[in-house]
């Protein structure tokens, strides 16, 4: 590990403040993701800025829904009463993810900054435009089973990690930051990024930028009671998503008012399914429409040799998640 130098901060402004004046630095807050890939010079900053002294961590009611601190821990946050009840499917998706060990540690502006698991990236003797733009993309060519099927270039073809964030997505969170310029809000829709020819920029975030919180709209909690992440991988703990869905249906009458689906495992961002949404209203909740709203959803999939059958495993995956929202979160 390169050495590096540590500063903490006392509030926002001197963050901010910090981060602006130096080269080379990163927030540190976590650190579940960060201090892996400085272990493995993947990331080698010159300083790190310590923000955990921020009164960040709060989860509070605002405007009808949630405001998420960014430095609350994701086990605290998952086992919110109000994010129980009101949007348990962000409680699921971080649930779904990694250990509680690391859930204990880190924090929900940490899981949205956190990069790519792809082995190219993180091995150092490999070429890696994330890593080293114009170095090339080792999966390209090389073994790709986990990579994506949607939004890929031909710069990079890595898959974002969270599982947190696909839930986020589906429930068009907003995320709140601070700057040098003041403060601002994202629609989550924009904060992650496609590769393009930019695959190392991850985000919309500004370099000197601080998250601050992550909002949860009062519309969005609709789907509190008919809602389900499911997430397919190798193992049944501790493992990245092949695939993995975040389904939400708004059920009134006997038929879908509204719905919300994205996928995880499949792209460099989560990625929602918009027109697989518009084919779930005004229908019935049974298998002939989630079969229909499947096949609009992995329209445009594009795989490579290795991961082709996440076409397939995303449809099933699709039609699996919808019935068991449709069935009050339960399994049928």
Excluded at 1 to 27: C, D, H
């Amino acid at each position: 590990m390169k050495p590096f130098a540590y500063t903490r901060a006392r509030n926002q402004q001197a963050a901010v403040e910090t981060i602006a004046q130096l080269q080379n630095a990163k927030f540190i807050a976590g650190g579940t993701n960060l201090i892996d890939l400085m272990k493995e010079n993947v990331e080698q900053p010159n300083s790190l800025v310590d923000i955990n002294r921020l009164e960040l961590t709060s989860i509070v009611e605002r405007e009808g829904g949630l405001r998420l601190g960014a430095l609350a821990r994701n086990s605290d946050t998952a086992n919110h009463r109000l994010v129980r009840e009101r949007y348990p499917l962000v409680s699921q998706a971080i649930l779904s993810g990694a250990s509680p060990q690391l859930r204990n540690a880190a924090t929900n502006g940490g899981n949205l900054m956190q990069r790519t698991r792809c082995y190219y990236f993180y091995d150092v003797a490999m070429p890696c435009n994330k890593r080293e733009p114009g170095s090339g993309c080792g999966a390209l060519e090389g073994f790709s089973r986990m990579h994506a099927i949607f939004g890929a270039s031909r710069q990079c073809i890595a898959t974002h990690p969270s599982d947190m964030c696909v839930a986020l997505a589906a429930l068009e969170a907003v995320v709140q930051v601070e700057g040098p310029q003041g403060a601002r809000s994202i629609p989550f829709a924009d904060f992650h990024r496609l590769p393009g020819d930019t695959p190392q920029i991850d985000t919309n975030l500004k370099r000197e930028e601080l998250i601050t919180a992550i909002d949860l709209p009062a519309a969005s909690s609709v789907f509190s009671r008919n809602c389900y992440y499911l997430k397919v991988r190798d193992r049944a703990s501790y493992a990245f998503a092949l695939v993995s869905v975040a389904a939400a249906l708004d059920i009134q009458n006997g038929a879908i008012q509204q719905a919300r689906l994205a996928l995880g495992g499949v792209a460099h961002k989560p990625w929602r399914l918009t027109d697989a949404e518009e084919v779930l209203k005004r229908q019935r909740p049974d298998e002939g429409t989630f079969r229909r709203a499947a096949d609009a959803a992995m329209r445009g999939a594009d795989g490579t040799e290795h991961n082709r059958f996440k076409i397939e495993l995303g449809r099933r995956a699709i039609v699996r998640a919808l019935t068991i929202a449709a069935n009050g979160g339960r399994s049928v």
